[in-house]
């Protein structure tokens, strides 16, 4: 039982949360404008995989952004010390 | 630049194959998903209505930021696979024959196809009201074919695309 809090301990969660989220976000974006490329008649399909691109890029900046401002030792003391309560 | 001036060509187009028509359904269709995801990007100011006044609110506001980011990210990627499925699903006539494009999610299609020599009859069904005034409907093609009959739904102007199919 104690290897396996040691195994847990040793990784960082966050971290392999967020790689897994950007892996998915990667496969979902690129199926998604390769179809509207690929697939797509005529020129409006081309434009709507131009405008996702785009603004996917920026609301994944955005969301890089504000995970950077969290504060984290202010979150972590307080659920230390609110867990500590029960 | 090129993306302006895209070909109106598709996958499985034959040799010598012209397109005439290129039609996707109603944008009646795309209505439900829309609205549906407008609603849902109202949910973060609701939930941050409710927690703003709470006393560990300013301690979790970035986190809160994040997560906000995160989920209108989903949201994003999802009403666009619902634009790519509704931009996929088209209706092409070509001088050959009328192909119906059925986009079912990533590499899942299905392709229905008529040759133009094989039409016997061509049906249009508009019924209701808002489909009446928003002039969408269904086509029915009667073929000699193996496959007897062919249903196209929600198609914008469909006493046009008859006129097309019949020339």
Same mark, same amino acid.
């Given at each position: 039982m104690a290897s396996i809090f040691q195994f847990f301990n040793s990784i960082n969660i966050s971290l392999l949360a967020s790689l897994l989220f950007l892996g998915v976000f990667i496969w979902y974006a690129f199926a998604i404008i390769y179809h509207f490329i690929r697939f797509g008649i005529g020129v409006i399909p081309k434009l709507l995989a131009l405008v996702f691109f785009i603004s996917s890029l920026i609301l994944f900046t955005s969301a890089t952004k504000a995970y950077s401002q969290i504060n984290w030792p202010n979150i972590f003391s307080f659920l230390h010390s609110f867990l500590k309560l029960y | 630049m090129a993306i302006f001036k895209s070909s109106n060509s598709f996958r499985n187009q034959q040799p010598g194959e012209t397109t005439v028509f290129v039609s996707r359904r109603h944008w009646i269709v795309l209505l439900g998903?829309?609205?549906?995801?407008?609603?849902?990007?109202?949910?973060? @100011?609701?939930?941050?209505?409710? $927690? @703003? @006044?709470q006393s560990w609110y300013s301690l979790f506001s970035g986190l809160f930021e994040f997560l906000t980011r995160v989920y209108f990210l989903i949201?994003?990627?999802?009403?666009? %696979?619902? $634009?790519?499925?509704?931009?996929?699903?088209?209706?092409?006539?070509?001088?050959?024959?009328?192909?119906?494009?059925?986009?079912?999610?990533?590499?899942?299609?299905?392709?229905?196809?008529?040759?133009?020599?094989?039409?016997?009859?061509?049906?249009?069904?508009?019924?209701?009201?808002? @489909?009446?005034?928003?002039? %969408?409907?269904?086509?029915?093609?009667?073929?000699?074919?193996?496959?007897?009959?062919?249903?196209?739904?929600?198609?914008?102007?469909?006493?046009? $695309?008859?006129?097309?199919?019949?020339?």
């Amino acid at each position: 039982m104690a290897s396996i809090f040691q195994f847990f301990n040793s990784i960082n969660i966050s971290l392999l949360a967020s790689l897994l989220f950007l892996g998915v976000f990667i496969w979902y974006a690129f199926a998604i404008i390769y179809h509207f490329i690929r697939f797509g008649i005529g020129v409006i399909p081309k434009l709507l995989a131009l405008v996702f691109f785009i603004s996917s890029l920026i609301l994944f900046t955005s969301a890089t952004k504000a995970y950077s401002q969290i504060n984290w030792p202010n979150i972590f003391s307080f659920l230390h010390s609110f867990l500590k309560l029960y | 630049m090129a993306i302006f001036k895209s070909s109106n060509s598709f996958r499985n187009q034959q040799p010598g194959e012209t397109t005439v028509f290129v039609s996707r359904r109603h944008w009646i269709v795309l209505l439900g998903p829309v609205v549906f995801f407008i609603l849902l990007m109202a949910l973060p @100011s609701v939930v941050n209505h409710f $927690i @703003s @006044s709470q006393s560990w609110y300013s301690l979790f506001s970035g986190l809160f930021e994040f997560l906000t980011r995160v989920y209108f990210l989903i949201l994003w990627i999802l009403l666009f %696979y619902n $634009i790519m499925l509704f931009s996929l699903n088209t209706v092409v006539v070509t001088n050959k024959r009328v192909i119906e494009n059925q986009q079912k999610g990533f590499f899942k299609y299905t392709l229905n196809e008529v040759y133009l020599d094989k039409i016997q009859d061509i049906s249009v069904n508009i019924s209701g009201v808002f @489909s009446t005034l928003l002039s %969408y409907g269904d086509i029915e093609i009667q073929s000699a074919g193996t496959q007897n009959k062919f249903y196209f739904r929600t198609l914008p102007h469909p006493q046009k $695309i008859k006129k097309i199919i019949t020339g």
